[in-house]
């Protein structure tokens, strides 16, 4: 019977990895710096497809993020909160009939996220890591993930509750308007002081 090992790799089979070269973080940083000048043009002026990709409420932290030399941004949610009433308003001529919420009391909620790809070759990627991890202590709900397969590539979700870890009936996104709204505030909050965290390090 042959033995089997968790988490560890046999000594003979273990390959180190291959540390990612520079080139490609500055090739994917120029491709970011790229779009992220396209966007400021103005939507307009963008090409079918790309208009409007960055939402306005997250595109001031999308722009400092790229600022910084040892990251660039690959995607990025500014987060929302619909009710029905506000869906219908923003397109009239869609029928109540097709959206699943009731007319009142509840809404849909996004708590937002931004995307990035750190530079494993400069230290203060990592450094910047950390202070991320220290900064989201002050909210519960906020959460920082590193991909499996991209271990250079992080995942900050500013409020990653679902409505039924927070005790509502409901799934997913939906939570009550008045709960939303409170989420929300801590949501627009957590930014703001995230900005402040980024132009530390850029000073």
Request: proline share 6%.
């Amino acid at each position: 019977m042959s033995e089997t090992f968790k988490g560890e790799i046999p000594p003979q089979n273990h390959k180190s990895p291959e540390k990612p070269k520079e080139k490609d973080f500055l090739e994917g940083k120029s491709k970011a710096l790229d779009f992220l000048r396209r966007e400021k043009i103005g939507k307009d002026q963008l090409t079918q497809g790309e208009a409007g990709l960055i939402d306005e409420n997250i595109k001031r932290l999308v722009l400092l993020f790229n600022n910084l030399p040892f990251l660039y941004t690959t995607g990025s949610c500014g987060g929302h909160l619909f009710t029905k009433e506000d869906i219908l308003r923003k397109y009239p001529d869609t029928s109540p009939e097709l959206l699943q919420l009731p007319i009142t009391g509840v809404a849909i909620y996004g708590g937002g996220n931004i995307t990035f790809t750190i530079n494993p070759a400069n230290n203060r990627s990592f450094e910047f890591i950390k202070e991320v991890q220290k900064f989201i202590k002050n909210y519960p709900n906020a959460k920082l993930r590193q991909f499996d397969r991209s271990p250079n590539q992080y995942k900050l979700e500013f409020d990653a509750e679902k409505a039924k870890d927070a005790g509502c009936e409901e799934e997913e996104d939906i939570f009550p308007v008045d709960k939303a709204q409170q989420k929300e505030i801590v949501r627009e909050k957590l930014k703001n002081e995230l900005v402040q965290l980024v132009n530390k390090f850029l000073q």
